[in-house]
């Protein structure tokens, strides 16, 4: 079973829904920069302009960010917005202007980006900022500011080089950021039950409103470094441009997710409803497959797991989840439902089922510090079925970003139904803070 699921993993690197990165490259750089001689902590290196790193960390801050759409990104990647200028000129190729015109974006957008965050993680509500796995993102945000900040201007096809190096690092560096956080915030739940914390910690508002932002603007960020690395490999897969996939087939990315969930909805429960698929098989359109993915393995895994607890004894009988994909001409989304027969949400659970801090699996963090997670990122099969209750809300703002949505409607004692909006187009900004 191990073996059906790392092939899996395998064919989803090589083909539509593959993880942003391979995953055998570890950090394995200390965290102060390296790309420079230095040998302070960043908390006092200097700036450029003598400011502290605290000066500058603000200072950037308050700078505004670009928004950038999917199509954008799918046009600067094709070399769309080059200038045509002095083509020939430069004796460069237009592949190496494009990297070289994303690197110099990337050099001064990212820095604004890191910066908003990192000033953000050093306050935050209920003193999560105080939890030393926050503590230690909050570190990640600060290196990467001051390494990209202290790295040279990507102007030719050497500091362009030396600019993805860097960036690739900064890539696996920031990979276990969503399952640190987590774990942060299961640090302040549990010392909020040894005060005594009266309140449901499920309902705490401003927590989740700082994680829905936080992960929002991770997921922006992570996307422009991901295309960037992308589009830097020489060996691009058909139909690809950086993430992007111009052919991405729902049905494709389902069958993946559908194997990798059954694996462990097996591994869990020992067996595992049967998942079968109607509508547009056929569709294919612009998009993020390991964005998709994502969602569908989320959401797959919740049905399956709903239906085994549901259906308890009577295994044999397990009723089928049912997945649809919607199509026609003229629909300005691509729509897919999954239903599943698991016996629904009670109504009074359904504003929390979007909360980072709700769960009704027995919780993922429990004695070991991993608590069972894959430290590698967001896109594994390394992970307990649920217990993280984050399935539901990263799936939301995964499909909100490029504009579309995820909606569920729940009949108690039945079963639910998830739907899944992505529009065609792509063409709506980044949800920006
Ligand atoms: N299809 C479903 N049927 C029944 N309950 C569901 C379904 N999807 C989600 N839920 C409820 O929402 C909660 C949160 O889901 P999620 O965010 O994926 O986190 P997790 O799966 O880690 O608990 C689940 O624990 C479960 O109670
Ligand atoms: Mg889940």
Redesign the pocket.
Known sequence: MLARVCSSQLQLLRSSARPLLGRSLAAARPLVGTSRSRSSSPATAPGPEGETLDQELRRLASYGQTSVSLKATLDTGLGLLLAPACTNSTGLTKRQRTLIQIATFLKRELPVRLARRAVELQQLPEGLHNMRSVKRVREWYEHSFVDIRRSAMPVDVATEQAFHDLLHTIYERHAPTLVTMARGVHELRKEMLATNEKGEFADKREIHTFLDKFYMSRIGIRILIGQYLELHREDQLDGYVGLINRHTSPAEVFRQAVEDATYLCEREHGDAPEVVLMGRTDLTFSYIPSHLYYIMF??L???L??TCEHHGSKRQTLPVVKVIIADGENNEDVVIKIS?E????PRS?MQR?WSYL????KP?FGGAEDGGFSSFGDHTTDTP?????????ISRSYARYFGGDLN?M?MEGH??D?FLHLPRLGNRDEPLH
Do not use: C, M, Q, V
Request: charged share 10%.
């Open positions: 989320e959401l895994k919740n049905s797991r709903a599943d698991g016996g629904g949400i659970h089922i709700f769960t009704t699996a993922a079925l649920a217990g993280l209750g984050y399935g539901l809300p569920l729940s079963g639910t998830a």
